[in-house]
């Protein structure tokens, strides 16, 4: 059988050799700096690169497509972005801007190889953001694009936790979690307590906490605090940060790739507004996952992951609608 010459980089490098990781260069104002990245299968119509959430979360906990998307023959990327993980980790606040971000994700396309032959972009929660701004700036790179559990709004966002999701809290612990947070004690190990059992339980990913997933609990582990804070907020009950007013709403008409969004039931944002979207976008699909959570990759898996699957192969075929 005839090896793929697309595992071979322009050095003649082979990329099955090294177990499919690759290191890439970037250049940032700071300098360069390098990304973990890791490819698995080998498509050369179909290759799906995997943003990440967090900000400053870990490509972890996408371990969950190693038993789907291999068996449908899917080319998928694994990659932490800077300051995550196996990749460099600057301390320079500077660098965690979301237009930058933008730039580190194209220098990883071109470094990959990937065009609008073969190319799809997912991104979950903060990468929804992400993938959101990429393909609003170089969509012409793209085959696909996939928003999951993602808003296009943020302060959209922060009013449906505070008029839905708080109010249905236990009050007692949602007072004791705000009297914290206004005391900025994000470090206290009540503070991560009570989020876990009165929040994350029921909109992050609906398991009892004994029972997350081994990747989840890595990637819920590695997280950068030092990304995630000021560009998120402590919690993901709502955002704080730099991202707090960002709002894509009114330039989604400008997205013309074929497009998926996904939403869930329980999921920390309002569903609708996840499938709005896909209502707005130029060819639009919408996934609802009714018994998932921002998690949903996990706690409504399998509609998830067929759903994923079925867009992508669709796509690729040219039937998409």
């Given amino acids: 059988m005839p090896i793929d010459s697309e ?48 900000p400053g979360c870990t490509h972890e906990y996408f371990e969950a497509f190693d038993s789907y998307l291999p068996g449908a023959g899917i080319e998928y990327y694994y990659y932490d972005q800077l300051g995550s993980a196996y990749s460099d980790q600057p301390d320079a606040p500077e660098l965690w801007d979301l237009p930058r971000f933008v730039e580190e994700v194209e220098q990883v396309r071109q470094a990959l190889k990937l065009d609008a032959d073969s190319f799809f972009l997912l991104g979950h929660s903060w990468g929804g953001i992400l993938a959101t701004e990429y393909a609003l700036k170089y969509q012409q790179n793209l085959k696909g694009l996939i928003i999951s559990n993602m808003v296009a709004s943020i302060p959209i966002y922060n009013e449906y936790a505070n008029k839905v999701l708080k109010p249905a809290m236990e009050q007692t612990a949602l007072a004791e979690i705000e009297r914290l947070e206004a005391a900025g004690e ?103 996952c009714p018994k998932g959570s921002h998690m949903s990759i996990y706690d409504d898996q399998e509609i998830y992951m067929a759903g994923v699957i079925q867009f992508l192969l669709d796509v690729d075929a040219g039937g998409f609608s």
């Fill in 7 to 54: 595992y071979f980089d322009s050095s003649g490098h082979n990329d099955a050799l090294s177990g499919g990781v690759k290191m890439i260069p970037i250049q940032t104002p700071n300098g360069v700096f390098h990304v973990w990245t890791k490819r698995v299968g080998n498509n050369p119509k179909i290759r799906l690169l995997l943003l990440h959430g967090g």
């Fill in 186 to 288: 994000f470090d206290n190990p009540r503070y991560e307590e009570l989020l876990m059992q009165h929040f994350y339980v029921d909109h992050v990913l609906r398991m009892p906490l004994d029972q997350w997933p081994d990747p989840v609990k890595r990637g819920f582990a590695g997280l950068n605090k030092k990304i995630y804070i000021p560009m998120q907020g402590p919690s993901e009950m709502g955002a704080s940060g730099k991202l707090a007013d960002w709002d894509r709403i009114a330039d989604l008409p400008k997205i013309n790739v074929p497009t998926l969004a996904i939403g869930a039931g329980y999921d920390t944002m309002e569903p609708a507004q996840m499938e709005k979207i896909a209502a707005n976008v130029k060819q639009g699909r919408y996934l609802f």
